[in-house]
């Protein structure tokens, strides 16, 4: 992700040093980035003085007592809360009291990468989603630690920089990896009762949802651990909350090292060159499911908790309605706000679905916010 992010910013103009405890990575990174920016060029997306300029901006430094006095310095390194303090607590060190000190994690608690930061008020989060030159969001992430005017400053500076930042507090996966959960853990528990099989599921959600991937197809795009793993790190920040638990299906899956296309088989198989076999999708399963009981409709039953969830972070405080719209279209490419959608379909209707879920399947998971009864949301 460094490499990107450093891209976005010297596109933008800025000066960046680069930083790796491996100096291989480094140079591996920005020979990638020459060869990016000269397919760019051959596009006609950049100039070729662009591109040298580009280039040019981009240092690097083989220690962090190494980096020049930054205006921000933004931390990429692997997902360990010990290895972010190790860095943070080097920064602090080594950078002057008004650097602004960014992490780019996307499950970590702000609050406790700053806890031992000198001036913790000037730690944040800039989660960027991968590819950054690609990707338009960026949440900008406060802990309780954070001054107002610096989370301003850090989101005037995305918009410079091309992005559309949104804002929200150092809440268990923030917004996307948050609000999102649900459209994964539904799916695999319609499979684990035997309601429908993966195919017809994500037909449903593509095709009659119009999300551009189901969430069989999308968990083995993006990795099955990978997305276990955001899952359950929601789950235990949550003190394991029923609305993030882990589902058996899942575990399998992993377990058994299907971890989707990177592994050649997840939930589906796919070959050599990435052409997915998937069984035909069963159209009048489909026609059966859909308006009809909501335990049993993939669709009404994703919705309605992506709603509840969307509303919930509204409720607590931790987002605007509008930034959650935003982050799930630009996020994860969901073909409306799910705020928005509830807004369409009806609060109160959501909050019926939410209610009979809770009668078809008790145990704690299905939960209406209050967000969708107190008419705070209009
Ligand atoms: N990969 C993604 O899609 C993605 C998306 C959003 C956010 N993130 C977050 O970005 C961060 C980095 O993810 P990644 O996938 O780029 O990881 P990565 O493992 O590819 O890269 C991390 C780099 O950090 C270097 N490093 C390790 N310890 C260091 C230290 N003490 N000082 C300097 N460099 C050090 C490593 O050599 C490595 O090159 C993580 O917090 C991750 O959660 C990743």
Known sequence: MGIG?????????????????????????????????ARLVAKGRVTDVERVDILARIGAVETIAELPECSLVIEAVPES?????????????????????????????????????TEPERVLGLHFFNPPPLMRLVEVVHAKQTSRAYVDHAAALMQTWG????????????????????????????????????ATIDAILRERGGFPMGPFELTDFIGQDVNLAVGTSVWEQTEHDERYAPTQFQQQLVAEGRLGRKSGHGVYAYTADGTVERPEPDAALADRLVGGLIETDPLARTLAMLV???????????????????????????PKGPIAWGREIGFSVVADQIRALDAALPGGRYRPSPALTDGSLT
Do not use: W
């Open 308 to 334: 509840n969830e969307a509303v919930d972070l509204v409720h607590r405080g931790e987002a605007s309605a509008d930034d959650v719209d935003t982050a799930m279209v630009l996020g994860v490419r969901y």
């Open 163 to 198: 992005k559309t930042p949104v804002r929200c507090a150092s809440t268990p996966g923030f917004i996307v990896n948050r609000v999102a959960r649900p459209f994964y853990g539904e799916a695999q528990r319609l499979v684990e009762t035997g309601v429908a099989d993966p």
């Open 5 to 37: 992010i450093a891209q976005v910013a010297a596109t933008a103009g800025h000066r960046v040093t680069l930083v790796d405890r491996d100096a291989a990575v480094v140079d591996a990174a920005l020979t990638r980035l020459g060869g990016t920016l």
């Open 81 to 117: 809360l010990e290895l972010k303090r190790e860095v943070f607590t080097e920064l602090a060190e080594h950078q002057p009291a008004t650097t602004l000190l960014a992490t780019n994690t996307s499950s970590i608690d702000i609050g406790a990468i700053a806890d031992d930061v």
